[in-house]
């Protein structure tokens, strides 16, 4: 698996990328996901970027590692151990290539205050 990447041109399949993904989150997940969102550097029009898509989910309620590990090992996920507290982050390789973050919390109404639902 290759983790080296370059800072590319903007590339409008990105937030196709994103929207993709986020159903594959919503199939596996379901109503756990209270809020998806992409963030990061490739969300933003027109800048230059390292072509990996961020994605955070808020979910409720927030369970262990281990729950999560089981359901998006079988997606081409790997957890990655961050040092943070609630909080898991996962990349996806395709064809060996490092291609999406997901970084996942605790869903709370503080840090999302305008997002209702999907």
């Known amino acids: 698996m290759r983790n080296e990447m370059k800072v590319m041109e903007h590339d409008e399949d990105w937030i196709k990328s994103f929207e993709k993904e986020k159903k594959n989150i919503l199939m596996i997940l379901g109503f756990h996901a209270v809020a998806i969102e992409y963030i990061g550097s490739t969300a933003i029009?027109?800048?230059?970027?390292?072509?990996?898509?961020?994605?955070?989910?808020?979910?409720?309620?927030?369970?262990g590692l281990s729950f999560y590990q089981g359901m998006f090992s079988l997606k081409n996920y790997s957890y990655t151990q961050t040092g943070m507290a609630d909080k898991y982050l996962f990349?996806?390789?395709?064809?060996?290539?490092?291609?999406?973050?997901?970084?996942?919390?605790?869903?709370?109404d503080e840090f999302y205050p305008s997002i209702k639902s999907h």
């Open 45 to 63: 029009s027109r800048k230059e970027a390292k072509p990996i898509i961020d994605i955070f989910i808020g979910v409720l309620p927030f369970r």
């Open 91 to 108: 990349k996806k390789y395709e064809n060996g290539i490092w291609t999406h973050n997901l970084h996942i919390l605790p869903y709370n």
